[in-house]
């Protein structure tokens, strides 16, 4: 079984920043792709960025220049600094890692319980 953890969605005003976290733990052999999508309320979910394992990162056209998504491998965590957030930011935020569980196994995408950011202006 493979948990993903997010924390630091919090309130913040229009301007300021925020680093959200994702820690995947359990049963993994190794972690592929991970990203970050949001959904506000009567939204479709959305890509906010993705990185793979070699650090290749692309994000959603909104969040270039403000967000920059990073990953420690050895913690098994992906992040997500947002800088100059906006009113229109706001939105329950998930992680999603690819993961293998064993050698020859195929990669699994699994999702966190989403932690809530909120932008006021």
């Known amino acids: 079984q493979v948990q993903l953890v997010e924390s630091g969605g919090d309130l913040v005003q229009a301007g300021g920043s925020l680093r959200l976290s994702c820690a995947a733990s359990?049963?993994?052999?190794?972690?592929?792709?991970m990203g970050w999508y949001r959904q506000a309320p009567g939204k479709q979910r959305e890509l906010v960025a993705r990185?793979?394992?070699?650090?290749?990162?692309n994000y959603i056209g909104s969040a270039k220049g403000r967000f920059t998504i990073s990953r420690d491998d050895a913690k098994n965590t992906v992040y997500l600094q947002m800088n100059s957030l906006k009113p229109e930011d706001t939105a329950v935020y998930y992680c999603?890692?690819?993961?293998?569980?064993?050698?020859?196994?195929?990669?699994?995408?699994?999702w966190g319980q989403g932690t809530q950011v909120t932008v006021s202006s």
């Open positions: 999603n890692a690819d993961v293998f569980v064993g050698v020859g196994e195929l990669s699994q995408a699994y």
């Open positions: 359990g049963s993994i052999f190794r972690v592929d792709d």
């Open positions: 990185i793979t394992r070699r650090g290749t990162t």
